[in-house]
């Protein structure tokens, strides 16, 4: 792929990256993403959710809060006091009067096609029911997804002259994100009701809290409430996301950031070799023949006392430097143990979780002399303790 990027970027005769990188609409969605970046750096605080689980980004584990307080023999104990409070707000006060508290909450309800709807509330009589759409983890809409639900629920509780849906309840975590109706083949946004993470903690959780009998249930649905709150950051990233896609795929911004992702896909082995070129001129290395490149992203650095370090750089989300100090020696490194370190240096480093578990610490690509300091550091250290050893 990186050819095919090469050669598309001849194909354009002149790239402006000044008026490229420097546009206002780019600017304001890398604003807009650092912040959502930075706030979802933020501590969410004690929350029994996160405690217990990692997996509250996913779809079971909203469903599971949702199937628990809407479903009126839910272990809630408190019977339909949180289906109508969703239904009231969400239908309205005349067509929640269709649902007593008999309705019944059904989950991953089977239709043709092998599909399944997420939930269905259907009443008493069987001649009304809702559908709930949960996108709270913003998974794509399959074709005619919607639709299709609607007409399986009309063949199953509807007459020939009566349609027994009276809502499709659609909830995203993120405003921004609307139900695709490019595949739709019936057009249902009569029905249609968006509620996404903000609306639903405003017009249900609150209520919901404020209305509890039971102090498990008011604790578990608060810690609910600020879960899907520290989850806005997701959403904002999602808009910049969406934003970021419509800037670039315009004129021919597409090309040039395919040629800036290969060439930032290339970097980490010029910059490797670079750092090498400038740790030699410090004369804290052995010979350049010691430091042959042995990865495309790294290179081993030979330290005269005998130590080595192996300087990356990754290529992750953050394209920043590792330095990793091996020590045939141990097994497990605790950088504790390394006394010989200075202990600027030494709190610094950290074990790296796998097989060599080797202290290693981060530079941001722009720190380069900071880098290279302390790699002097670590080298007049490692002296110093070589020279001890050898007087003894």
């Not at 990027?5 to 969605?29: A, G, M, R």
């Not at 970046?37 to 997996?55: H, P, T, W």
Request: proline share 4%; aromatic share 10%.
């Amino acid at each position: 792929m990186g050819d095919d990027i090469i050669k598309t970027s001849e194909e354009i005769s002149f790239i402006n990256w000044v008026e490229f990188f420097n546009h206002p609409i780019l600017i304001d969605i890398l604003d807009s993403y650092k912040e959502a970046c930075d706030e979802a750096e933020k501590k969410v605080g004690f929350n029994i959710f996160r405690m217990l689980s990692d997996y509250y980004y996913r779809e079971n584990f909203h469903g599971d809060i949702l199937e628990i307080y809407l479903n009126p023999e839910g272990y809630h104990g408190e019977g339909d006091k949180f289906l109508q409070l969703f239904l009231l707000k969400f239908l309205g006060e005349e067509k929640s009067r269709h649902y007593s508290r008999n309705s019944k909450l059904f989950r991953e309800y089977r239709i043709n096609g092998n599909r399944r709807i997420d939930f269905v509330i259907v009443n008493e009589n069987e001649d009304h029911c809702v559908i709930i759409e949960n996108k709270l983890y913003d998974a794509l809409d399959m074709d005619n997804q919607l639709p299709a639900y609607v007409e399986a629920m009309k063949e199953k509780y509807g007459t020939d002259d009566k349609d027994p849906v009276d809502a499709v309840i659609y909830l995203p975590l993120s405003s921004e994100k609307k139900p695709d109706k490019s595949t739709w083949k019936e057009n249902i946004e009569p029905k249609l009701e968006i509620i996404p993470a903000e609306k639903l903690i405003k017009l249900w959780l609150d209520p919901s809290i404020g209305k509890c009998e039971k102090v498990d249930n008011q604790v578990i649905l608060r810690h609910y409430k600020e879960l899907l709150e520290s989850l806005k950051p997701e959403m904002a990233k999602y808009k910049s996301s969406m934003d970021l896609y419509e800037y670039i795929k315009r004129d021919k911004n597409f090309e040039k950031v395919l040629l800036l992702k290969n060439m930032l896909n290339n970097l980490g082995k010029p910059l490797a070799i670079r750092l090498t070129e400038r740790l030699i001129e410090s004369n804290i290395v052995s010979d350049a023949a010691d430091c042959a490149a042995d990865c495309e992203s790294g290179r081993k650095i030979c330290l005269k006392n005998g130590y080595s370090l192996w300087i990356y750089c990754v290529e992750d989300d953050n394209m920043d430097y590792i330095i990793k100090i091996p020590d045939c020696q141990n097994v497990y490194i605790d950088p504790r143990t390394l006394d010989w370190l200075p202990d600027i240096i030494k709190c610094k480093l950290r074990v790296e979780n796998n097989k060599d578990n080797q202290p290693f610490t981060h530079f941001k690509l722009t720190e380069e002399d900071k880098l290279i300091e302390t790699v002097e550091a670590i080298v007049e250290a490692a002296n110093k303790k070589t020279n001890i050893t050898k007087n003894k």
